[in-house]
């Protein structure tokens, strides 16, 4: 029998819909269908909502499962209905927080997602900025600005990681293919040189690469899996050889290698 | 008197590390450093994590804040210590939940940041190949394929929110500038005009424009103040004038405009 989550909040509900996900994919075998109600800053706005709620439990003939993260006590107040499961992430942790830093919370909203702090806002703007300046080997010059460059051959998976990293963390991070011109110098591509410290390696397994190729360029030289597979091999074996730390993004996602990044290079978020 | 949020979680931490952000920004008058420990995967890492919790209760005299998202029941367990105040968002919410949907949950790891859903994961990476081809006016001729096409003057913060529409959302997102040529010709760019309906404007404040646009380069007519407030108009007549909805970016983040043109447009994500 199909459910239905609703995701409500009064700003952008993206809090609300990371914990929803997961909190939802631990129950595989139940369809659950999703709907996002955000922005729901009004009481006018909130008994709309609860009114969509109740009509979909007469639908369902089930309980709708509510998970919300309002700011606002009172809007809050308006999803406590017999007919759903009201999941409220700010009403579980708020008080528990209150008595231990003896204190109340500002109830203010707009403090997650919203442009709370700008210092931190133009750093992420301006990681965006040189992060795709700096796709693909692109202004090598201005490297020394860079808080990570991610190294590996083409196609690798380095820029949807450098974005994330910019996106989501304010780092500059900056990406440089291996080509086979490099392999054949058996040495790192010469811009990169003065900042070896900077460099983090992106590896993945042959047959992977050849089918992302493959769906970009087929029956190129480029996609043959022969070419892959020699390729990773010296890609591999140049970044053992200078000592430069890599990852294999074969079965890591883009959260799993940048945090993972985050770590390894010791790098410190500069925007929320 | 400052405090310590420990943030830990057996994957990437993320989940772990916006939930505390959510809350801690709630108690801005409370300096609150944060320690991100994410991969806790084993016994041994946990019992790590804990000495270090118990080392910093002992530096700071009072109880550090520990938020985590623990699937792993045994492994959380050995976070409640008092000498912290624990909080695990999985402890509070997948109770209810297994009563509610009358099963026990999964209990798997790596379901929310890791590649759970290769389908889904496939739309997103494509959709960040199209929308770093498609920044700036790049290929026009594939606008078919893009799911919506920002437009707005140069620097109006176009590129940041399409990358976040296709890194977060898995959305085809193509942006296009509209230029001082545009405007002399009181229409919209020529390559646009097959695909109106996709269209969502982004304004900005002329004295921002100015700005952001001087700190990229000083001195030049494109920086002056004139400039800025003349082309902003020009965009905004003609936004108006072709039924262009847009949103003014200076003082929405880049997760306020994602989720509204989201909203506003239509547009389902394609992962998560």
């Known amino acids: 029998m199909p459910r239905t989550a609703f995701i409500v909040s009064g700003r952008t509900a993206i809090t609300a819909e990371m914990l929803a996900h997961s909190l939802i994919t631990q129950f595989e075998d139940v369809t659950i269908r999703r709907i996002v109600l955000p922005y729901i800053d009004t009481p006018e706005k909130a008994e709309q909502a609860v ?50 830093l003896q204190r109340p919370s500002g109830h203010t909203a707009g403090k997650v997602h919203g442009i709370a702090n700008f210092e931190e806002y133009k750093n992420r703007i301006d990681a965006v900025n040189f992060t795709t300046a700096h ?26 990681t450098c974005l994330y990293l910019a996106l989501q963390y304010g780092i500059k991070a900056a990406n440089y293919p ?12 010469k811009p990169l040189l003065p ?19 493959f769906s970009r360029k087929p029956d190129s030289h480029y996609c043959k899996l022969e070419t892959c597979q020699d390729e ?11 000592n430069i730390p890599y990852l ?3 079965r890591l996602s883009i959260e799993e290698l940048s945090t993972t990044i985050m770590l390894k290079a010791g790098l410190k978020r500069r925007c929320y």
Chains 1, 2 share one sequence.
């Open 232 to 242: 990773v091999a010296q890609a591999e074996t140049l970044m053992l050889a200078e």
């Open 195 to 213: 900042f070896r410290h900077k460099l983090f390696g992106i590896t993945i397994e042959p047959e992977r690469l050849a089918q992302i190729r």
């Open 248 to 250: 294999n993004t074969t």
């Open 135 to 160: 796709d693909d080997g692109g202004m090598a010059k201005n490297l020394q600005d860079a808080d990570v460059i991610l190294v590996g051959v083409s196609r690798s998976g380095k820029t949807p």
């Open 51 to 100: 009114a969509q709620i109740r009509a979909q439990a007469l639908t369902d003939q089930c309980r709708p499962l509510v998970f919300s993260t309002f700011i606002n006590a009172h809007l809050r107040q308006l999803f406590d209905i017999p007919e759903a499961l009201m999941m409220d992430f700010f009403e579980s942790f708020i008080g528990p927080l209150e008595q231990e």
């Open 178 to 189: 291996f080509t086979p011109e490099d392999f054949a110098q058996h040495a790192l591509p």
